[in-house]
Nanobody
Framework: QVQLVESGGDSVQAGGSLRLSCAASAYTAADTYCMGWFRQAPGEEREGVAVICKQPTYYADSVKGRFTISLDNAKNTLYLYLQMNSLKPEDTAMYYC????????????????????WGQGTQVTVSS
């Protein structure tokens, strides 16, 4: 069974940095087409932040130049990371790691409903 476990969320001041991690057990690189980070603020819809599909990476306009997504395949576990720099209060949200075996078109990579697997989320709070 696919399990995605996020970690690394914290409370930081604006301008600070955080690194989120996601461990995907029983889910090898061969089974994954895209993995990504989505976030949801209170009262808002979940939105795509950064996605990696094999090698190509995709970023929401709001995080380009500040966030970096990366993937590491180690033995039986796939690790997804999100390095977040120059954090802003509007980055405050619950961040979810999501994965899909589906082959996605570029126009679909931020369509959250295309990802059948997600974790429990990790909270990021940025204060001004």
């Amino acid at each position: 069974q696919v399990q995605l476990v996020e970690s690394g969320g914290d409370s930081v001041q604006a301008g600070g940095s955080l690194r989120l991690s996601c461990a995907a057990s029983a889910y090898t690189a061969a089974d994954t087409y895209c993995m990504g980070w989505f976030r949801q603020a209170p009262g808002e819809e979940r939105e795509g932040v950064a996605v990696i599909c094999k090698q190509p990476t995709y970023y929401a306009d709001s995080v380009k130049g500040r966030f970096t997504i990366s993937l590491d395949n180690a033995k039986n576990t796939l690790y997804l990371y999100l390095q977040m720099n120059s954090l802003k209060p509007e980055d405050t949200a619950m961040y979810y790691c999501e994965a899909t075996p589906r082959v996605l078109m570029v126009s679909q990579v931020f369509h959250e409903h295309m990802y059948p697997y997600w974790g429990q989320g990790t909270q990021v709070t940025v204060s001004s």
